[in-house]
């Protein structure tokens, strides 16, 4: 089964809170997306994997403008969208995997990806998705990646993950990636247990 066909019949079969990564808002994500300067334009936003986060809803109260939304999903995009209703209409859907998405150049200011890095188990994998945050996201701009922690879970979803902590995460994007902050989350899932993970806060130089 490829990846995008997993994705559809995960989000086909499960509500928003039946997956072990829901949270009602993503408290540390939006918190770092409000420490990028605003300068002289607004900052535009990319949430890589944003399924049927929240996060876009909390952008949107935030003021942040033509936030972008990606997701593999089909079924998660469509289910945001019916929740934001009218506003669905002040956000930039795409309908990808994140590997081989035509993403525009020096588009964003800041990426943010909250679960999707560690399910990129193969090397050449993380070499495309690195390559695409070089290319779409402008010299100064800053990348949010959020991971399963090293004490974090092996799978999710049925899918192997990848576990890091700050310094392993932040060397897979090497150099011109440089580490503002990191911070360990124990994310409480809907199911009663713990999770760990791992959040970089970088700026691209």
């Not at 072990?20 to 540390?28: A, D, G």
């Not at 535009?44 to 936030?67: F, H, K, N």
């Not at 309908?95 to 990426?111: H, R």
């Not at 897979?172 to 999770?195: A, I, M, N, Y």
Request: proline share 4%.
């Amino acid at each position: 089964m490829d990846r995008q066909t997993h994705w559809e019949k995960v989000y086909a079969t499960h509500a928003p809170d039946g997956v072990s990564w829901f949270r009602p808002h993503l408290e540390t994500s939006l918190s770092f997306v409000k420490r990028t300067p605003a300068g002289d334009h607004p900052v535009r936003v990319i949430d890589v994997g944003g399924g049927e986060s929240t996060l876009v809803d909390d952008l949107l109260a935030q003021g942040y403008r033509r936030p972008t939304v990606l997701d593999i999903s089909r079924t998660a995009i469509e289910v945001t969208k019916a929740r934001l209703g009218s506003r669905a209409d002040e956000v930039d859907w795409i309908v990808s995997d994140i590997a081989g998405a035509d993403l525009p150049a020096n588009a964003f200011d800041v990426w943010h990806d909250r679960a999707v890095f560690h399910f990129l188990t193969n090397a050449a994998d993380r070499e495309a998705y690195v390559a695409q945050v070089r290319k779409s996201v402008k010299r100064g701009g800053h990348v949010i990646i959020g991971t399963c922690g090293p004490d974090g879970p092996l799978k999710c979803s049925g899918l192997d993950v990848k576990r890091y902590d700050a310094d392993s995460l932040h060397s897979e994007f090497g150099g011109g990636f440089r580490l503002v902050d990191s911070v360990r989350e124990s994310h409480q899932t809907p199911f009663g247990t713990s999770q760990q993970f791992v959040y970089c806060f970088c700026v691209v130089e």
